[in-house]
């Protein structure tokens, strides 16, 4: 893995983590209620979608490693292409389901990751 790749991984993982970061202790209706929460999850969905997009695009092996890929790019162009047509129910199941194993796969195909320039 070069570390192009490492760095899209690792932004992808990052997005993760903060989207898990700032969900913790939310339910939907809080979710719901709170627009800029919203609004950045729906900016760290699409930095992991893009992010993922491009490491995949460049070693194609990481979609046996990571299988949500496709999950995710697909999430990020609905975000960024379909705005007027999300939902927001989608978005928490993603949230509280996806996102923990996204994160756990993204993790594990980092394990032989390059070190990251600093």
Excluded: F
């Amino acid at each position: 893995m070069n570390e192009r790749i490492a760095t899209r991984l690792h932004d992808a993982l990052t997005a993760c983590r903060r989207i898990e970061s700032i969900t913790s202790g939310l339910d939907l209706t809080a979710y719901l209620q709170n627009d800029v929460v919203r609004l950045a999850i729906e900016r760290l969905l699409e930095i992991t979608g893009e992010a993922l997009n491009v490491a995949s695009r460049d070693e194609p092996e990481l979609l046996a490693a990571i299988p949500d890929i496709a999950l995710a790019v697909g999430l990020r162009n609905k975000i960024a292409h379909d705005y007027d047509d999300i939902s927001d129910e989608v978005i928490w199941d993603t949230i509280t389901t996806d996102i923990p194993t996204m994160r756990r796969q993204i993790e594990a195909a980092m394990a032989d990751a390059p070190p990251l320039s600093p």
